[in-house]
């Protein structure tokens, strides 16, 4: 199981260590940072690191290395989704997921991690059993903390720890009763030169936030279910329920929580909502080269596209740019090589244009790589795979709660290639 | 224990090491100001000053001074202090075993208090605190909490006795904890049964033969109860669980599917995966006309495409065990391939795995999308990716005949680029077209030419020579190309040179009038100016044959080649379906069998899928036939660095997987240089040492008949079943590996590697005779000069059949100590001539002085005391042992191993102290002492022995026993 969990910052300090077996040595670090020196980018450390005695497991999170060691066999994605609910976990309790804020918490942090796992097991990972063993800080319960000299950790059992629904706790009361739902869909897509997908995917999510007294039981239904054929959803979704009536039953955690996961895949006809005209070419003599990008609306069921940023990774020859944008802003970074256009709202009448010269490093040869181009936009109102909540009820207790369903699309990796 | 404690006296030990501790790690003026905080009366004081030993912990700080002021805050009704005292002994408890002796009284306490949430915390904490003392301590508590009312309790206690387990597995199965915890896998809460088969399949681990998860139908079905109920974490546990369960029909394994089939949906996945895994291993027992086996294969697509949006290092796991399952059942993704499809940002392990998936994949019905896709990746920034992605374009040509001639056009277009890396890449991958369709895209020659002078890599020089030298009749001026090689003939790679030999030499039988001062060049070059040893006798062999027998010559080495497997890099079918059984695995992750790699794991037992039910096909792989790839069971690379791998090299480098059945002399081709030593290899001795099996890859239906018992033995797998072997005896005496002691340069072609080993008081000359010559060996005898020891062979040689052209065999030589003694320089140092037939050769070779260490070694306490005292202090010597992670007990288990006996063992301020004595053959006594700090893995060894001159090679022993 999971031995020991170090904690290391982008510059490779090590601030944080937790061992739940015997301790086990910060040199086994070493071979961490041996593969981090080796991967260049943070972000190409390999997940899973062998070394003569450990394996070591990590993910990179928020600009901070979750490296674990494990011994004996165990599960990696067992470990790797773990890790990813300790950064979760802190996210929930302190706002953010950072450096600073874990040393400014330290206690917290290791009497989150002791009660998370026992012996490397699992103990307590719900978020609504935690927060009754270990109160997360607030400015006003550490004052009254100081006043009264009450503590921050839980006296009793939780009650969800053994109940079948352990997500919930008993006796949740609010005077406003109320359950919202996001529908939030994100487009993965790759178009080739001439604007053809080559593919193209979407990952929805439905996020909720559900604050109601008691122990309500919820059923949401869609207008058109037979959209999903591959979910993910929380454990208290009662999955018979979807199998027999493609209806989503279950008592909610408070607050909140993802309700389900889904994915569209390429084959039922992802619509694409932008069109990219552009031009990016280097000549062979004089160290320059030309921009020319155009994006215009497609497919947008009639909604407006908000956010829309264009980002260009240029090859590493290209020195700086200077260009005429119709619309928007842009911006080149001569370090990262990130051309970055922030055009805003796309006005479908008057289409934003981004145009004008490269300049290359002298003498250097014409780029063998072909630089590429990655989208982001919102769409509000709107699930573009065109999902639709049809109703939802309550049922086992008697108030009438306020009800909301929001949508909206967003681009997930959305790239264009030239 | 009074002796030890005078011999620390006597070493100047005394009790201000802890002062001195912390002085020089934390600030004097912080840890008074804690202390004193620590004493307050006020409650809140109290609790701030352990927050801040707390937090001085988790840095790293040594706040180990304060043990006995934190210990005194435990008594205490505020759980938020409690948990903190807690969180801190848990630390220290290890470093100060007779403070933490004062705690024991709360724990047992609270482990009777009302609320069950103290008394689990009681039980969860003394389980782990890892001094012996206190576990002694825990039974009773552990007992009743194991049988407590609270399903919380319970379930804590399940876990603790995994702890105790792992701190002393003894004590564990003498209070009869393991039959309680199998109780409560019927215990009603299933949060309780997801616990304890977790802490089973823990203890499991480490206990090879146990019965321990011991599953019928009753306790399946109480797990798949359970499976409904419990947490995500336990979810895992309990399907990693009836993964290991071998259903009695086809039926109970339905019924289980179905029931595991709506994890399929969960959000977490570890779950997803480890469902996967329950399926793809009971499908195979499921009827394939069975409609529920179609419906099942369905289900399990869309899981597996979701794992591709989670986080990266989620994908990387998961594609690593789609490339096992697409191997296994191509069918199940065989839609999906857009899916693979590279993305800009995507991580360059994600890129990787993906493109290896996609190749998998690829098929007559999109050829077309992949290939366009790999074009595109081939312009990306980063190297190895565009490297992988051309040499994905020429593994596409050869597994899709339909799309080669697309993909050698993709190919020059590529080359047309001259970036030069990608150049490189794509004359590697033509040669293997070539190969796959001789006299087919040959008029691509002059094209790849025009190239030649931007090679710089081996690999990409030597195909290109290949491909001149295979093709020299229409190449006109092939004799100027290879020429222009020539100059250079020394600075190149051996790789490139065996090449430029072979070539030259096809190049002179196929137009014999213009080149003859070529050959000569070449084959002088090879033979009288190398000093490589391959080379040379490659040389020498093609010199002969044109000499004596120009036909026979052009017989050999023009001999028509066999085509190339179309499929490459595919694991080996016994590995394949135990690696499907262990999905979502590290063994999963590596591609290699459990036991080959984790630390610990004795007792992994080789997982095979159970037959199919009623199913006359099991016998023969039958996917390969459906998924319409070829008729034949797919042909394995033997993978490269072993014995016949390299052999197969000299001329071809990647996939000459062969066809098993084909005649050795068609299967050698132009490697039929080697002549009678291969045919002897395939003659008898299939089986005989791995390293062969593994060279004999190609052959995968003979090898598990041939290996009889060893289940998943196959192409390539030779050195990780040593490894697993190793594993299997962990206390025994520690055997280095062999090492070179003759090569084969010095003997006339006889080499002799090997190593010492001690086994039930034998001591034995472990070696391995190769015959690297031409000719038979025989008539063997070894003697040995007077050393230091008086080491003498026991026995003669055991060398009973001729030993022929290439074989190698392994002899275990037995010795005595009986023999002339004289000193050698180094101490440790052996002469030994060894003879044959042919001459007289001589070799010198060092044994570690483990060797000589006796069974009876383990002095008196008493006696040890005095004979310490009695040396003199001149003659001890100091030693750092460097980089052990080893705790002192395992250290001195291992050690003992090795007849190092340790009398007494000692713990002062948190450092452990090993007594130890070894008795050498001439009864001379070695006396040690061995300190061992915690979290400090550089021990400090002091030696003392009357003959000082061999403690420096009783500290190479400890070195190398405990290193190993």
């Not at chain 2, 998961?318 to 065989?334: C, D, G, S, T, Y």
């Not at chain 2, 690829?362 to 051309?390: G, M, P």
């Not at chain 2, 009695?870 to 992670?885: G, M, R, T």
Request: aromatic share 8%; with cysteine; hydrophobic share 40%.
């Amino acid at each position: 199981m999971i031995h020991s969990l170090f904690l290391i910052n982008n510059g490779g300090d090590l601030f944080l260590e937790k061992h739940w077996k015997s301790v086990i040595s910060r040199s086994v670090c070493d071979y961490f940072f041996e593969a981090r020196e080796k991967a260049v980018e943070p972000d190409n450390v390999p997940p899973v690191i062998r070394t003569p005695h450990h394996y070591l497991i990590n993910i990179y999170r928020e600009k901070i290395f979750f490296v674990s060691v494990i011994q004996t066999e165990v599960p990696p994605l067992f470990v790797i989704e773990f890790l990813h609910r300790i950064a979760e976990t802190f996210q929930d309790y302190f706002g953010e997921c950072s450096e600073t804020i874990i040393k400014d918490n330290v206690v917290i942090v290791y009497e989150l991690l002791e009660e998370m796992l026992d012996n490397g097991f699992p103990l307590a990972t719900e978020s609504n059993i935690l927060k009754e063993l270990i109160r997360p800080p607030t400015i006003l319960r550490s004052m009254v903390n100081t006043i009264t000299g009450s503590s921050n950790v839980g006296e009793t059992l939780p009650t969800g720890q053994l109940s079948t629904i352990p997500w919930r706790r008993a006796g949740v009361k609010y005077t406003n009763n109320e359950a919202y739902f996001d529908v939030v869909e994100e487009i993965d897509a790759i178009l080739d030169k001439s604007g053809t997908t080559v593919f193209a995917e979407i990952q929805g999510v439905i996020d909720a936030c559900v604050k109601m007294s008691g122990m309500p039981d919820l059923t949401l239904s869609f207008m058109n279910p037979r959209l999903l054929d591959d979910v993910s959803f929380h454990p208290c979704v009662r999955y018979k329920r979807w199998e027999s009536e493609r209806v989503i039953s279950f008592i909610p955690p408070d607050g909140n929580f993802q309700l389900m996961s889904y994915h569209i895949s390429a084959q039922n006809l992802v619509a694409i909502p932008v069109y990219v005209k552009q031009n990016i070419s280097f000549f062979e003599t004089g160290s320059s080269g030309r921009l020319d990008i155009t994006v215009g609306p497609k497919q947008t069921m009639g909604k407006t596209v908000e956010c829309l940023v264009v980002t260009v990774h240029m090859p590493k020859v290209v020195l700086s740019a200077n260009l005429n944008a119709t619309q928007g802003t842009y911006n080149y970074d001569p370090v990262t090589k990130i051309l970055l256009w922030d055009i805003g709202k796309l006005n479908p009448q008057k289409l934003p244009n981004l145009k004008g010269s490269l300049s290359l490093q002298s003498g250097a040869p014409k780029p063998e790589e072909n630089p590429s181009l990655n989208i982001d936009l919102k769409i509000q109102q709107l699930a573009i795979s065109g999902l639709k909540v049809n109703r939802l009820d309550m049922y086992g207790e008697k108030y009438k709660p306020f009800k909301g369903v929001k949508y909206v699309t967003k681009a997930g990796k959305f790239q264009v290639r030239t | 224990m009074e002796w030890a404690s005078q011999l620390c006296e006597n070493r100047g030990l005394g009790s201000k090491m802890t002062d001195s501790k912390y002085f020089t790690t934390t600030k004097k003026g912080e840890i008074f100001e804690l202390k004193a905080e620590l004493n307050s009366d006020k409650k809140e004081k109290k609790k701030e000053a352990v927050k801040k030993v707390i937090a001085s912990m988790t840095v790293g700080k040594d706040v180990s001074a304060l043990f006995p002021d934190v210990v005194n805050c435990m008594q205490t009704d505020n759980l938020e202090l409690k948990k903190l005292v807690y969180l801190y002994l848990m630390n220290y408890a290890k470093s100060q075993p007779d403070m933490a002796i004062m705690a024991v009284n709360t724990f047992v306490k609270d482990c009777e208090d009302p609320n069950p949430l103290i008394r689990a915390l009681a039980v969860r904490t003394m389980g782990c605190i890892r001094v012996d003392k206190i576990t002694e301590y825990l039974c009773e508590p552990l007992r009743k909490c194991l049988k407590d009312e609270d399903p919380y309790v319970r379930k804590t206690a399940a876990v603790c006795v995994a702890k105790l387990h792992d701190i002393n597995a003894q004590l564990v199965e003498d209070q009869g904890f393991l039959d309680t915890l199998k109780d409560l896998i019927s215990d009603s809460n299933p949060m309780v049964v997801a616990n304890a088969v977790a802490a089973l399949s823990e203890i499991a681990e480490s206990h090879p033969n146990s019965n321990l998860l011991d599953l019928n139908p009753q306790t399946i079905n109480k797990l798949l109860t359970a499976l409904n109920e419990c947490t995500e974490w336990g979810q895992i546990f309990i399907l990693d669980c009836l993964a290991n369960y071998t259903p009695r029909d086809d039926r109970e394994s339905q019924s289980i599917c179905e029931r595991v089939t709506p994890r399929l949906s969960h959000a977490n996945s570890a779950v997803v995966l480890s469902a996967v895994k329950v399926l793809m291993k009971f499908m195979e027992m499921l009827p394939k006309d069975l409609d529920y086996y179609g419906t099942l294969l369905k289900k399990l697509a869309p899981p597996l495409v979701t794992l591709l949006s989670a986080e990266p290092e989620l994908q990387y796991v998961a594609l690593r065990n789609i490339n096992l399952i697409v191997q296994k059942r191509p069918e199940i993704l065989k839609h999906e391939m857009k899916v693979f499809f590279v993305k800009y940002n995507d991580p360059i392990y994600v890129k990787l795995e993906k493109l290896d998936i996609m190749i998998r994949l690829a098929s007559q019905a999109n050829i077309a999308q992949v290939l366009a896709e790999l074009k595109e990746y081939a312009t990306e920034v980063d190297v190895d990716f565009v490297r992988k992605a051309v040499r994905a374009i020429g593994r596409c040509a050869i597994k899709v005949e339909q799309s080669a001639e697309r993909c050698v056009s993709t190919l020059l277009d590529l080359i047309q680029t001259k970036v030069n890396y990608v150049v490189q890449e794509a004359i590697v991958v033509i040669k293997d077209i070539f190969r796959k369709y001789p006299n087919k895209y040959e008029s691509v020659i002059a094209t790849l030419c025009e190239n030649l002078d931007s090679l710089d890599e081996p690999e990409a020089r030597a195909a290109m020579i290949w491909i001149v030298g295979e093709y020299a009749e229409r190449i006109d001026n092939a004799d100027e190309l290879l020429e222009s090689f020539l100059e250079g003939f020394h600075d190149e790679s051996t790789q490139v040179q065996l090449q430029l030999l072979t070539a030259i030499v096809k190049l002179f039988l196929k137009k014999p009038t213009e080149t003859q001062e070529l050959v000569q060049q070449v084959l002088s070059l090879a033979t009288q100016d190398s000093d490589n040893p391959d080379l040379r006798d490659r040389g020498y062999i093609y010199w002969r044959l044109l000499s004596t027998d120009p036909v026979a010559a052009k017989e050999v080495v023009l001999a028509e080649k066999p085509l190339i497997s179309e499929e490459t890099d595919l694991i080996e079918p016994t590995l394949l379906e135990e690696l499907i059984c262990h999905i979502g695995t590290l063994a999963s992750v590596y591609h290699k069998p459990p036991s080959a790699f984790v630390e610990g794991s004795r007792g992994v037992q080789h997982r095979r899928i159970p037959p199919r039910a009623g199913s006359v096909e099991s016998a023969e792989s039958p996917d390969v036939g459906q998924s319409g790839s070829s008729e034949a069971p797919p042909a394995v690379i033997p993978s490269q660095g072993d014995l016949l791998g390299d052999l197969l090299n000299l001329d071809l480098a990647p996939p000459t997987s062969t066809v098993p059945s084909v005649q050795p002399s068609m299967q050698m081709g132009a490697m039929d240089l080697l002549g009678g030593g291969l045919d002897s290899l395939l003659g008898g001795d299939i089986g005989g040492s791995p390293s062969m099996g593994a060279g004999l890859g190609a052959a995968p239906t003979v090898m598990p008949a041939a290996l009889g018992g060893a289940p998943a033995v196959g192409g390539g797998l030779g050195d990780l079943f040593d490894l697993g072997g190793g594993v299997g005896m962990p206390t025994g005496f520690y055997v280095v590996p062999k090492t070179m002691w003759l090569p084969a340069m010095k003997a006339k072609g006889l080499e002799i590697s090997g190593t010492f080993a001690r086994r039930g008081g034998i001591i034995q000359m472990d070696m391995s005779l190769t015959n690297k010559a031409m000719s038979v060996m025989t008539d063997f005898a070894i003697q040995f000069n007077r050393n230091s020891f008086g080491m003498a062979p026991a026995g003669p040689l055991q060398v009973l059949t001729p030993l022929s052209p290439n074989q190698t065999i392994d002899v275990s030589l037995p010795l005595s100590t009986n023999g002339p003694v004289m000193k050698m320089e180094p101490l440790n140092n052996l002469q030994v001539a060894v003879k044959n037939n042919i001459d007289v050769f001589y070799f010198s070779c060092q044994f570690p002085l483990s060797l000589l260490f006796v069974e009876d070694g383990k002095m008196e306490r008493q006696v040890f005391l005095a004979t310490w005292k009695d040396i003199p202090n001149d003659n001890e010597a100091q030693f750092q042992i460097k980089d052990v992670h080893l705790n002192s007990d395992a250290a001195s288990n291992k050690l003992q191993g090795s007849n190092i006996f340790t009398i007494a063992k000692r713990t002062v301020e948190g450092q452990d102290m090993l007594y130890q004595s070894i008795k050498l053959t001439n009864s001379i006594w070695v006396l040690a002492e061995m300190r061992v700090q915690t979290g400090n893995p550089n021990y400090t060894l002091s030696i003392k022995c009357r003959a000082p001159e061999v403690c420096q090679f009783v500290y190479q022993c400890y070195e190398m026993v405990l290193k190993n």
